[in-house]
Antibody
Framework: EVHLVESGGGLFPPGGSLRLSCVAP????????MSWVRQAAGKGLEWVAN????????IYAESLKGRISIARDNSKKLLSLHMDYLRGEDTAVYYC?????????????WGRGTVVTVSS | SYVLTQAPSLSVAPGETARISCGGI??????VHWYQQKSGQAPVVVMY???DRPSGIPERFSGSNSGDTATLTIRVVEVGDEADYYC???????????FGGGTRVTVL
């Protein structure tokens, strides 16, 4: 069964950095594009970043480009997101998500999310 | 960048039909995916590639896409369908995924 389990959330100071992780047992991780999607409290879903099956292609939301980096380790079935220069508006639930097959496809599995709070 | 527009809310009585719209310029040229998010839970895909229904999603859910509007239709609405619904497309011009703002469906 497909499972996506995020970790790394917590309370971070403005201007700080974070690294979120997602372990993905239950399927052949290296066969899928993976993504991060976030959701601020009471707000809608916001796509953050995509990474290709082999990590050779990374795509970032324009609003976050320059502050974030997505990476993966297929041998460990691990997806990560690094974010610098944190702001209050980065406060959100961050979901690790699997793309169904191609980057144009749908998000077929979602983790439960990890909560990030940026505050002094 | 491509914009998807959804009405913020929709109220429907049990047993009635809910039609949730997602507007975008020439959206019919894109594949639209729909997600259901119940309170406190992660989203779940309920329709993909406009009209494909994942296993486990009731036949009461259907999708369409024409012109500038894609629609998720829920027939014979149940209390358990109460949730936020989001449409999503892939924008080839920017290589980005785009979500609509979401529609909160309330079952009265």
């Amino acid at each position: 069964e497909v499972h996506l389990v995020e970790s790394g959330g917590g309370l971070f100071p403005p201007g700080g950095s974070l690294r979120l992780s997602c372990v993905a047992p239950g399927f052949t991780f290296g066969d899928y594009w993976m993504s991060w999607v976030r959701q601020a409290a009471g707000k809608g879903l916001e796509w953050v970043a995509n990474i290709k099956e082999d990590g050779s292609e990374k795509i970032y939301a324009e609003s976050l480009k320059g502050r974030i980096s997505i990476a993966r380790d297929n041998s460990k079935k691990l997806l990560s997101l690094h974010m610098d220069y944190l702001r209050g508006e980065d406060t959100a639930v961050y979901y690790c998500v699997r793309l169904s097959g191609v980057k144009t496809g749908h998000y077929d599995y979602w983790g439960r999310g990890t909560v990030v709070t940026v505050s002094s | 960048s491509y914009v998807l527009t959804q009405a913020p809310s929709l109220s429907v009585a049990p047993g009635e039909t809910a039609r949730i719209s997602c507007g975008g310029i020439n959206i019919e040229s894109k594949s639209v995916h729909w997600y259901q998010q119940k309170s406190g839970q992660a989203p779940v895909v309920v329709m993909y590639y406009d009209t494909d229904r994942p296993s486990g999603i009731p036949e009461r859910f259907s999708g369409s896409n024409s012109g500038d509007t894609a629609t998720l239709t829920i027939r014979v609405v149940e209390v358990g369908d109460e949730a936020d619904y989001y449409c999503q497309v892939y924008d080839s011009a920017t290589d980005h995924a785009v979500f609509g703002g979401g529609t909160r469906v309330t079952v009265l």
